[in-house]
């Protein structure tokens, strides 16, 4: 079963632009780690956010994470066409970090128009 | 850079018949991930390994399927008597102790 839940699910912006996608998760998490997927390849880990942090920066990707409302938001500015890609939100819900896995949501695809 | 490998890259089979998949992680990864992703969903996790042992299989891994890490090194994942279900691309992962994940660019399974 899918823990996250990515909105929307497809997200079409002009280059430039920023583009926002949603997570909302359903139980208590360690950690909340979001990813990149090109198409017929394998996920690439683009920032990872703990349950006691609230935001996170790195080079263009913002991610934040509320856990009173069990959601996280990345935010990609300055948009360029090489984002074109599927992004997954994960979510770890093993809080002492043994045994812990990720669950994944089933992704937004970005489509970035030259 | 030695990412994490995984071989081959497509298989096409028939069905009944079994299938191997190989596992490459990086090489001070104590942590091997096995997923499989169908067209339109995200990753679904299969089992996970820390060095050698084998702790959390999920309810999808049915008795078909089979995997090993042996000396807690490479991983092989085997799917007996293949059935058209089971067409998908299956991820392997790596990672030292919790934290993000290195993926491989995974084996696209198609079973006739």
């Known amino acids: 079963s899918q823990q996250g839940e990515e909105d929307p699910q497809a997200l079409s912006i002009q280059e430039g632009e920023n583009a926002t996608m949603n997570c909302s998760y359903k139980t208590s998490i360690n950690n909340l780690q979001w990813y990149r997927q090109n198409s017929g390849r394998g996920l690439v880990h683009l920032i990872l956010i703990r349950s006691n942090e609230r935001e996170k920066h790195s080079g263009r990707l913002r991610v934040t994470l509320d856990t009173s409302k069990k959601s996280s938001s990345l935010l990609i500015t300055a948009s360029r066409a090489a984002d074109t890609a599927s992004y997954f939100c994960?979510?770890?819900?093993?809080?002492?970090?043994?045994?812990?896995?990720?669950?994944f949501g089933k992704g937004i695809t970005l489509s970035v128009r030259p | 850079d030695t990412g994490v490998s995984q071989d081959p890259r497509h298989k096409i089979t028939k069905r009944g018949q079994n299938v191997t998949f190989r596992c490459d992680p990086i090489?001070?990864?104590?942590?091997l991930y096995w997923y499989r992703q169908t067209l339109g969903q995200g990753p679904e996790f299969l089992t996970y390994?820390?060095?050698?042992?084998?702790?959390?299989k999920s309810r999808l891994l049915s008795d078909r399927f089979s995997a090993e890490r042996p000396k807690g090194s490479f991983s092989t994942l085997e799917i007996q008597r293949t059935e058209q279900g089971d067409s998908a691309m299956y991820l392997c992962a790596s990672s030292y102790d919790w934290g993000k994940l290195f993926f491989g660019s995974g084996t696209q399974l198609s079973v006739l």
């Open positions: 390994f820390q060095n050698e042992a084998q702790l959390e």
């Open positions: 994960a979510t770890d819900t093993t809080l002492t970090g043994a045994n812990s896995k990720l669950t």
């Open positions: 090489s001070e990864h104590n942590r």
